[in-house]
Structures are given as C-alpha cells and as structure tokens.
C-alpha cells in the first residue's frame, strides 16, 4: 500500500498560537509561538513514508516565573489534573507529587536515531524523580536478511533531529506516568512502511515477553485508503495493548489512528487562570478525530452507533496535547536542553503510561478499549472526564465525540 502525505513543503514552519482553542473565561492559554520541525511534514512525493504527530516546539511570549521546574506542564501537574496522585489546590505546576506506578513494559516506535536518548531521559528523571534510575532499552530495528524476519538487532539507524526531539518526548512522558515500567524506545531504520511495521513487530515482541504492557505510536498518514486495513496485522500482539496519536492537523484521519486495533489518541487542552490554578480542560482545535472511510465500526463501540455508524470512530481517549498547555520535555540533540511541545504525539506515551500504571494489562487492544466504552454512558463519568467544551471542526459535546472520545482519565479506575 503506498500513500502520500502532503502538506506545506516548508523547511520550518512558525506559527502565531491563534488555533488555539479559546478557553472558558477565567482562563487563559500560554501565548507564543509554535514551530513544527522539518521530520513533521511529509513532502509531497513521499509514498509510503510516514510523519510524526507531529511535536509542536512551544516558544513562549512571556517565560513563566522560576519555580523549581522548568516551564510547562510536567508528570506531577498531569497527574494531579487526572487525579492519579494526591490533590494539590489548582495542580500548580510546581507541585511535588509524582507518580509512582508501572510495572512490565511500554515501548514507543519511532524513527531514526536519538544518540542522546538515554542520557536526555537520566536528565529528566533527574529532575522530577531523583530517587528513579530508569529502566530504559534503545533498540535498533531490523528486517535482516531476505527470510529472517524483523529483529532488534539491526545497526544504529541515522539521525535525525525532529525525529530525535520526538522520541525524546515519548520515553520522558511514558517513563513519567510510569516510572517504574521497562521502557523501550525501538527505532525504525527509517519512516517507511516497511522499516516502520518491522520496528512495530519488534517491539510488541519485547512488550509481550515482559508479560505484557504497551505500545505507543505517535507517527501518522494524513488521509485514508482502501488497503490500510492489510496493515491491522500488526497491531494484534496478544499482551500488548497499542497507542496512536489521532494528528495535529485538526478534524480528519489518518493509520494507524483508526485501526480498531489501536486506543486512537486525542488531544486536550489544560486550562489555567492567571495564578496557575487548574480551571478546566477543553477540547483543542488541532487534534485529529472523525469517521473512518475505510475501517469498521468495532463491535466495543456499538454503544455509539447512533454517532459513527457502520464506520470506526476516533479518537477513543484524550489527554493534553495543545501547545497552549505544553509539556517540559528535555532534548540535547537538536534543541539544547529543556523545552516545550505539543501534539498528540504528548497523549499517546502520557496515555500508555497511565494505562501501565493502573496495571491491568488487558491482553488485546480490544479488550482494552471494551473496558473502557463497557460504562458509557451511564457510569463512565466517575472514571473519565466528559470534555464538553473546545474542539477541532466536529466540537466537543457532551458524552462520546469526534474530538475527545470518551474523554479524559480520571483516577487509575477502569483503565
């Protein structure tokens, strides 16, 4: 199957933060600039090769006042938001309740080659886990030889900066909502289908001998077509339950986000007033969601028939990913230490970890997502955070919605 991504062909593109969904009154999102690196824009031409989705570098106008962590959203502000921790008043930022979980393993698929990963994620967990030496395994993916399958024991794929920052931010935020889970960062000898699949099979493979776990994917095609569902195959390791960012590109779909064999990964907005106080959390314009054309509707998502008909629904489930609330992350390789980034590429490792956390390891995506939609609509609000405001071109409406799913987490209950 090939396809092709085309958006504008720009080296680097800056934009002004007015996508930004407009929060309620009492709170304001953090204005700056967003810039997408170059590894985030597919050119046009380049069949069968894959974005990531899509790291949103947040620059912001005004720096936030010196706390004990750098600015932006962090794992203990995150999981004071979604209740995983003790509550703070207004889960300021500087907050100093992290959590403590995870168990077996979380792999994140990506790219190319970060040569800094592992002393970037040391940095990090330095800084918000000092007691916490992370269990971390960078591996290099290989289809080896005609005939000996796909392997981790392939060479050090190149490097590439964007890429580099991506997978920075997915072994921080994963390791970060669970500190204590394996976390492998398998990395594709390139972003096409065929090294892309070939890291994916590698890594479902470490997960499932770990007794079980995750996998998170924040790479996409923008758009459809008609053999996608050939690559469903790869997202049915039994033990592993997969994740795929749903886009940053506003209303509209992409694979692996609506495969039914994936928790599609949508995005939110965290709200705070001008003293830092949490308020609120909204739907955010740029993150992906819609009807499948070509995947159908999953037999766990019968219960919201009347919205997607015969076809899959995405997303599933939303956790922050607006660059009007981004999140620290640290990167040596290509942006010089600490900064922050948006995009749904944020929600899928957040949301994988959280998953890790609550330690259910459900033995199939599909049982996963049965879960999660089996108390909707009736229970579920007890167990996840009904978004209602905000939204990409569909909005955010009350219970299940093209924007955030079911919603967002709340406690470890049901996940």
Not at 68 to 92: D, H, I, M
Not at 160 to 182: N, Q, R, T, V
Not at 274 to 286: C, I, M, Q
Not at 350 to 356: P, Q, S, V
Request: hydrophobic share 30%; with cysteine; net charge negative.
């Amino acid at each position: 199957m090939k396809r092709s991504i085309v958006l504008l062909a720009l080296a680097l593109t800056v934009l002004l933060l007015g996508f930004t969904t407009p929060a309620p009154a009492q709170s304001s999102p953090a204005k700056g600039t967003v810039i997408i690196p170059e590894s985030s824009i597919a050119q046009p031409g380049d069949e069968g090769v894959r974005a990531h989705t899509n790291v949103l570098v947040f620059l912001p106008d005004v720096v936030e006042p010196d706390t004990s962590y750098p600015p932006g959203e962090n794992p203990g502000s995150l999981a004071c938001v979604y209740k995983l921790v003790k509550q703070t008043k207004g889960c300021e930022k500087g907050n100093s309740n992290f959590p403590t979980g995870g168990s077996n393993a979380i792999a994140l698929v990506d790219a190319y080659d970060n040569p800094d990963a592992s002393s970037d994620l040391k940095t990090f967990a330095k800084m918000f886990f000092p007691s916490v030496t992370p269990n971390f395994t960078q591996v290099y993916a290989s289809s080896g030889p005609p005939g000996s399958g796909c392997n981790g024991k392939g060479s050090q794929p190149p490097g590439d900066e964007g890429w580099g920052l991506e997978e920075d931010l997915d072994i921080e935020y994963a390791f970060g909502m669970a500190p204590k889970a394996h976390i492998y960062l398998v990395e594709a000898q390139s972003s096409s289908d065929s090294d892309l699949f070939c890291a994916e099979t590698v890594a479902s493979a470490l997960v499932a001998a770990a007794g079980g776990g995750e996998v998170s994917n924040s790479w996409i095609s923008y758009g459809e077509d008609s053999g996608e569902t050939e690559y469903d195959q790869y997202f049915q390791q039994t033990g592993v339950v997969f994740f795929a960012g749903s886009g940053d590109d506003g209303a509209g779909t992409g694979y692996p986000m609506v495969s039914p064999y994936v928790v599609s990964a949508g995005g939110t907005q965290i709200n705070r007033d001008s003293n830092g106080n949490f308020t609120s959390e909204s739907g955010w314009s740029g993150a992906g969601g819609g009807p499948s054309q070509y995947e159908k509707r999953p037999t766990w998502q019968n219960v919201i028939k009347k919205i997607v008909g015969n076809h899959r629904g995405t997303p599933d489930l939303s956790s922050d990913a607006s660059p009007g609330s981004a999140v620290a992350i640290y990167d040596s390789y290509g942006y010089s230490g600490w900064t922050e980034v948006g995009g749904t590429s944020v929600a899928s490792p957040t949301l994988a970890g959280i998953i890790n956390a609550a330690g259910t390891f459900n033995s199939s995506t599909t049982k996963e997502n049965t879960e999660m939609y089996g108390k909707y609509p009736k229970e579920y609000k007890v167990e996840f955070r009904d978004i209602t405001t905000g939204g990409n071109s569909y909005g955010c409406k009350k219970y299940w919605d093209y924007c955030s799913g079911i919603g967002s987490p709340l406690t470890y209950v049901g996940k």
